[in-house]
C-alpha cells in the first residue's frame, strides 16, 4: 500500500532540474555535454559578499536569528528598495527567507485557499504552477507568445479574472522569455487589477539587475498597488549568490507578518552567515556587479546570432535575464511532437536544454547563456546541426 500522501505524489520535479540530472549523468558517464538548461549565473560570488560573510563567521554569527532576519540586513533591504524600486517598506514588512522560492511558497500558502483561482501567464517559471496547486489553487494560465514579446495583455488579464480569483504572479525580467513589462504595460494591468480588489499579486524581480537598456519597473510602484502586492527578490541571480540561499521579500504588513508564522513553522531564520553576506550585496547596488551584465549582453548577441543558422528557428534577443526562449514549433512532427522530444534530441546531439512545456508553452525550448563564450558557440554549432538534421528528415 502506497504511503505517501496525494500532495506529494502530486508534486512534480522541476523540469529545469529534471533536464540538469539527465545531463549531470551523461557527462558523468563520460559523454561531451554543454549543459545550457540551469538557471545559474556562472560567476563566482563578489568578493565584498565573501568578505562579509566571512567576518560573521569571525563574530561568531552562528546562533539562532529572528524569524525574518535579521534588524539591520531588514533595514538594508529597505534601502534597498527605496534606492533601485521607489518603494517604501518598513522592516517589519520584510521577511528574509531561504531563496526567493521559499518567499513565494510562503506567501502562496498565506494567501491562496483551495479552489482559489491563480492567474500565472505563461510563459512562468516552473514552480509557480506547482506550488499554486500544492496549496490548493487552480490555475488560470492566459498565453503570450514570441509575437506577443511573452507579456500578457489588459485584456487577457481582465478575460481570466473571476469571483473566485485570488492571485496573479508573474516575473519581469521574466524566467524562461527574459521579456520586461514597461512602465505603460504595467499600468495597463493595474488599470484592470483596479477594477477586481480581491486579487493580490505577486511580483517576481530576481532578475532585477540583468537588463539590456530596458528600465526596470515594480508593480508596487504603481498607484493603489503597494497595497495588494508582495515583491519578491533576492541575491542569487543578480550577485551570482545562488548557494548562499537567501531570497526577501516586502510587503504590506498582515501578510508580511502571515509568512512570517509560516516560515517560523518551517524553517525558522534563513542562514546567519548568508545574511551578513546579504547586507554587503543589498547595499552594494547593482554597480559593483555590471561585468556580469557586460558579459551576458556579450553572449547575448552571440548566442542569438548562431542560433538564427537554424532553418525555422525563431529567436528574439531578450531584454532581460540571461535565456534565449526559442520558438522552435516548425521543428515539431510525428517524430518529434512535442518539445520535449526536441530536447531529447538535442540531448543526443550534445546539448541540454529545457522544454517549452516547462514553462506553460509548448513548441519553445529555452537555452541559458550563463556559460563560457567557447561552450556557447560550440553548443550552437550542434543545436543548429541537430535541428536542422531533423529539418531534413522530416
Request: charged residues 20%; negative net charge.
Amino acid at each position: 500500500m502506497l504511503f505517501l500522501s496525494q500532495r506529494v505524489q502530486s508534486l512534480a520535479l522541476p523540469m529545469t532540474i529534471e533536464m540538469t540530472k539527465k545531463s549531470r549523468a551523461l557527462q558523468e558517464a563520460g559523454h561531451d555535454i554543454i549543459s545550457l538548461s540551469l538557471g545559474e549565473p556562472d560567476f563566482d560570488s563578489p568578493d565584498f559578499a565573501k568578505i562579509a560573510g566571512i567576518e560573521g563567521i569571525e563574530k561568531n554569527f552562528s546562533h539562532y536569528m529572528p524569524v525574518p532576519g535579521y534588524a539591520d540586513l531588514r533595514a538594508a533591504i529597505c534601502q534597498k528598495f527605496a534606492r533601485d524600486n521607489g518603494l517604501s517598506y518598513r522592516p517589519d514588512e520584510i521577511i528574509v527567507s531561504t531563496g526567493a522560492k521559499q518567499s513565494i511558497a510562503n506567501l502562496m500558502m498565506a494567501l491562496v485557499n483551495p479552489g482559489d483561482e491563480v492567474i500565472i501567464p505563461a510563459p512562468y517559471w516552473v514552480s509557480y504552477a506547482d506550488l499554486a496547486e500544492f496549496v490548493g489553487g487552480t490555475v488560470i494560465s492566459p498565453k503570450a507568445g514570441i509575437e506577443q514579446d511573452f507579456k500578457i495583455t489588459a485584456e487577457q488579464l481582465r478575460a481570466s479574472i473571476s469571483d473566485k480569483t485570488k492571485l496573479l504572479i508573474f516575473s519581469s525580467p521574466n524566467n524562461p522569455s527574459g521579456a520586461m513589462y514597461s512602465r505603460e504595460e504595467l499600468e495597463a494591468l493595474a488599470v484592470v487589477l483596479r477594477e477586481h480588489p480581491q486579487v493580490w499579486v505577486i511580483s517576481d524581480e530576481i532578475y532585477e539587475y540583468i537588463h539590456y537598456g530596458v528600465q526596470h519597473v515594480s508593480m508596487a510602484s504603481l498607484e493603489g498597488m503597494w497595497e495588494r502586492t508582495a515583491t519578491v527578490n533576492g541575491l542569487s541571480k543578480g550577485f551570482a549568490m545562488t548557494g548562499w540561499r537567501l531570497g526577501f521579500m516586502g510587503a504590506p504588513p498582515a501578510l508580511a507578518k502571515a509568512c512570517e508564522k509560516i516560515q517560523s513553522q518551517i524553517t525558522s531564520g534563513t542562514s546567519s552567515i548568508a545574511q551578513r553576506a546579504a547586507i554587503a550585496a543589498v547595499l552594494a547596488g547593482p554597480e559593483p556587479v555590471q561585468y556580469m551584465v557586460e558579459a551576458f549582453t556579450r553572449r547575448r548577441s552571440l548566442l542569438a546570432e548562431a542560433l538564427r543558422a537554424a532553418d525555422k528557428l525563431i529567436v528574439k534577443a531578450p531584454e532581460g535575464a540571461f535565456y534565449l526562449f526559442v520558438d522552435a514549433s516548425a521543428y515539431l512532427s510525428p517524430s518529434h511532437p512535442s518539445a520535449l522530444d526536441l530536447c531529447m534530441a538535442l540531448l543526443e546531439g550534445g546539448v541540454a536544454a529545457v522544454p517549452g512545456e516547462a514553462f506553460g508553452l509548448d513548441g519553445y525550448i529555452r537555452f541559458s547563456y550563463a556559460a563560457s563564450e567557447e561552450d556557447l558557440r560550440k553548443a550552437a554549432e550542434r543545436i543548429v546541426r541537430t535541428l536542422n538534421g531533423l529539418n531534413s528528415n522530416s
